[in-house]
């Protein structure tokens, strides 16, 4: 904008209403957009067919960031493209949102914390959640710790429940671990390496699928005394250690326990009660959600969770 345009515009100030000078203010406060998108981690590779990214050539610019065209499969990118954050609008906001999420503050309140309606509240936090939801663990190995806790199945937010609906959605049917309960199986070493696992039964099947990939055949596997770990041990050739939850028994040997497993369950389902209840169709997102607050602990920052939500985690001493 030219100087005499400006002062044009400037002049026109004294026209504003309080609440457009309200919304001028805000506007002049916030960071420039580039200042968000500069943050963005480079592309490694074409997010379309994964060519290296020696074959991404310069082209152009697409709101803000810079684009490139693939010289494998003739596709243009940018460092959004194939994320969860691609075609989101409104990225000056998106580090208020990242720090609403390392709040862990409601729906609601992140709305009102960034400015923007209930609804885009609840979009953006699944959509930044989603790629979380995959950053486990890939190998785990020393002492390696499992076991199972439980969360009542939920069809929050569903009109057509293929149930009866609960009153106030907090109470099984049944006791224990019936049907209308979930497992979730969480692994964890002794360098805070963690994965976890929302089972659709908890059966020897489904255990080997999950663990197999995971557990390196060196490690000392310690759980309780379900029979699934100790047929998945057997069967992989690892050395098991069982400790049974009974008074003066939680140790064995001075080093094999679950009690960092079952401090982690403290900590999730603590967590968690601030949600009054979670959508099982959103409870991978959730575990993904608070396994990158361990990731980092105290050291998380809005860009560590904007990484995330694009897929590529940045390198921490804790976990993977």
């Known amino acids: 904008m030219d100087t005499q345009a400006f002062h044009h515009w400037l002049a026109q100030l004294g026209q504003l209403s309080p609440q457009q000078k309200s919304t001028l203010h805000q506007a002049l406060q916030s960071p420039p957009t580039t200042a968000v998108l500069d943050d963005l981690p480079a592309l490694q590779s074409c997010p379309h067919c994964q060519g290296a990214a020696r074959h991404l050539a310069p082209w152009g610019w697409s709101r803000g960031l810079r684009r490139y065209r693939c010289r494998s499969c003739r596709r243009t990118c940018t460092a959004l493209s194939a994320t969860g954050l691609a075609r989101l609008?409104?990225?000056?906001?998106?580090?208020?949102?990242?720090?609403?999420?390392?709040?862990?503050?409601?729906?609601?309140?992140?709305?009102?914390?960034?400015?923007?309606?209930?609804?885009?509240?609840?979009?953006?936090?699944?959509?930044?959640?989603?790629?979380?939801?995959?950053?486990?663990?890939?190998?785990?190995?020393?002492?390696?710790?499992?076991?199972?806790?439980?969360?009542?199945?939920?069809?929050?937010?569903?009109?057509?429940?293929?149930?009866?609906?609960?009153?106030?959605?907090?109470v099984s049917v049944t006791r224990g671990t019936g049907k209308d309960q979930i497992p979730v199986m969480v692994v964890r070493d002794r360098e805070g390496h963690t994965a976890d696992f929302t089972l659709a039964k908890l059966d020897a099947v489904h255990v080997r699928k999950a663990l197999a990939p995971l557990i390196d055949k060196e490690s000392v596997l310690c759980t309780d005394g379900a029979a699934v770990y100790a047929s998945f041990a057997r069967m992989q050739g690892i050395t098991h250690q069982v400790v049974h939850a009974r008074p003066g028994q939680r140790v064995r040997q001075g080093a094999f326990h679950i009690q960092n497993v079952n401090a982690y369950h403290s900590r999730l389902k603590n967590w968690m009660t601030r949600f009054h209840g979670v959508a099982t169709r959103y409870l991978p997102n959730y575990l993904g959600w608070r396994r990158m607050l361990e990731r980092y602990q105290q050291s998380i920052r809005p860009v560590h969770c904007i990484h995330e939500a694009v897929g590529r985690t940045m390198q921490h001493a804790i976990g993977t």
């Open 89 to 170: 609008h409104y990225p000056e906001r998106w580090k208020d949102y990242a720090q609403a999420l390392i709040n862990g503050l409601s729906v609601r309140k992140a709305a009102k914390v960034c400015g923007i309606s209930k609804n885009t509240a609840f979009l953006w936090r699944h959509r930044f959640l989603a790629a979380a939801a995959e950053h486990h663990a890939t190998h785990e190995t020393g002492i390696v710790e499992v076991d199972e806790t439980f969360f009542l199945e939920s069809f929050k937010g569903q009109r057509r429940l293929p149930r009866p609906p609960r009153k106030r959605g907090g």
